[in-house]
C-alpha cells in the first residue's frame, strides 16, 4: 500500500522560508517522478515542481521559479520543496504527488492525473 506523508508547513510571514518533506512507503521510490502541486480555497490543484525519478530532472511552475527548489533523497524515500522568499500568494494546501513513471513528459507533468498517488496535503499560510 502507497503511502504519501507531507511534513513542514505552518504560518511564516513573507519572505520567511520553509522546508516541506513528503515520506514515501509502499513503493520503489527511484521509480517514481514525484511532484508537488497546491491548492488555495476556492481554486483548482495547481502544479508547483516535479522531479524525476533519477533526480536529475526537474520542472516549475512560472510563479515559483527562482524561489522554490525540489529535491530527492531516495535513500530517505523522501521529497523536499525549499519554498524560500514566501509571498501571501503561495498561502494554500501543499500535497506532494507520485507519478506511475521515473520519466518526465512535457506534455503532462503539470496535470493531477498524471499522477497515481496523494498525500494528505500540508498548509503553508504566509501572512503580509
Known amino acids: 500500500q502507497v503511502q504519501l506523508a507531507e511534513s513542514g508547513g505552518g504560518l511564516v510571514q513573507a519572505g520567511d522560508s520553509l522546508r516541506l518533506s513528503c515520506a514515501a512507503s509502499g513503493l520503489t521510490f527511484s521509480n517514481y517522478a514525484m511532484g508537488w502541486f497546491r491548492q488555495a480555497p476556492g481554486k483548482e490543484r495547481e502544479f508547483v515542481a516535479v522531479?524525476?525519478?533519477?533526480?536529475?530532472?526537474?520542472y516549475y511552475a512560472d510563479s515559483v521559479k527562482g524561489r522554490f527548489t525540489i529535491s530527492r533523497d531516495d535513500a530517505k524515500n523522501t521529497v523536499y520543496l525549499q519554498m524560500n522568499s514566501l509571498k501571501p500568494e503561495d498561502t494554500a494546501v501543499y500535497y506532494c504527488a507520485a507519478s506511475i513513471s521515473p520519466e518526465i513528459y512535457l506534455s503532462d507533468y503539470d496535470l493531477p492525473l498524471t499522477y497515481s498517488y496523494w498525500g494528505q496535503g500540508t498548509q503553508v499560510t504566509v501572512s503580509a
Open positions: 522531479i524525476s525519478g533519477s533526480g536529475g530532472t526537474s
